[in-house]
């Protein structure tokens, strides 16, 4: 298959969970939070150059291409893993920049004001994470635990599980204190007894 075939077939999956497009690469800031998503998730590709409806308008210049790798290597804690190719087409530059899912989750975006925060690819969106999610992640780079204890705190927290909750209804109806509740919950996802869904931009939690 020649280039201009393949990047049309990309195209025309249109954006999803493992691709975005990007017109234009104005701040690397920005850009970031998409190599957070990606990697926090399941991986996937930016397509530079290509508009939201598909048309090929190209890089435009070098210091786009030098903002994508700020983007994976200053903008990203820990530095995402970052692969750039680079398509001319019909006169125009693509650059395909793929982003495997890291092994060293939470990957966190830094924005202008130096503050950090992880983001997971739903669908077509980047998503702010979870504190659960954050939790979950930590313990997994730290391998805590084999096993799960169920402690009189465990039951009233399951207890307090009927249907679908946000974490703050959680902590409200469970009376446990929220920190306590996001590491419980990380627990619980981790060892499959409790699971989440992303829904009305909400992250709702229930057990299994």
Same mark, same amino acid.
């Given at each position: 298959m020649d280039d201009k075939r393949y990047l049309l077939n990309l195209i025309r999956e249109g954006e999803h969970q493992?691709?975005?497009?990007?017109?234009?690469?104005?701040d690397a800031c920005k850009l970031a939070k998409s190599v957070s998503a990606f990697a926090n998730t399941d991986g996937g590709r930016l397509l530079i150059g290509?508009?939201?409806?598909?048309?090929?308008?190209?890089?435009?210049?070098? *210091? *786009?291409?030098?903002?994508?790798?700020?983007?994976?290597?200053?903008?990203?804690?820990? *530095?995402?893993?970052i692969k750039f190719d680079t398509y001319h087409i019909e006169g125009r530059t693509i650059v395909i920049s793929t982003v495997p899912p890291s092994d060293r989750r939470p990957?966190?975006?830094?924005?202008?004001?130096?503050?950090?925060?992880a983001y997971i690819r739903i669908?077509? *969106?980047?998503?702010?994470?979870?504190?659960?999610?954050?939790?979950?992640?930590?313990?997994?780079?730290?391998k805590q635990g084999t096993m799960?204890?169920?402690?009189?705190?465990?039951?009233?927290?399951?207890?307090?599980m009927t249907g679908t909750q946000?974490?703050?209804?959680?902590?409200?109806?469970?009376?446990?204190?929220?920190?306590?509740?996001?590491?419980?919950?990380?627990r619980l996802i981790h060892f499959g007894v409790v699971q989440w869904e992303y829904v009305d931009q909400q992250f709702l939690f229930s057990q299994r």
């Open positions: 493992q691709q975005d497009f990007k017109y234009r690469v104005s290509v508009r939201d409806d598909g048309f090929l308008s190209g890089v435009r210049s070098e *210091e *786009e291409i030098y903002m994508m790798h700020q983007a994976a290597y200053k903008y990203c804690r820990p *530095e995402a893993s990957v966190y975006a830094i924005d202008d004001d130096g503050e950090k925060r669908s077509d *969106e980047n998503i702010v994470a979870s504190p659960v999610l954050l939790a979950l992640w930590r313990n997994v780079q730290k799960m204890t169920y402690t009189d705190t465990v039951r009233k927290l399951l207890d307090t946000t974490l703050n209804q959680l902590v409200k109806h469970s009376k446990i204190p929220r920190h306590k509740v996001i590491t419980l919950l990380a």
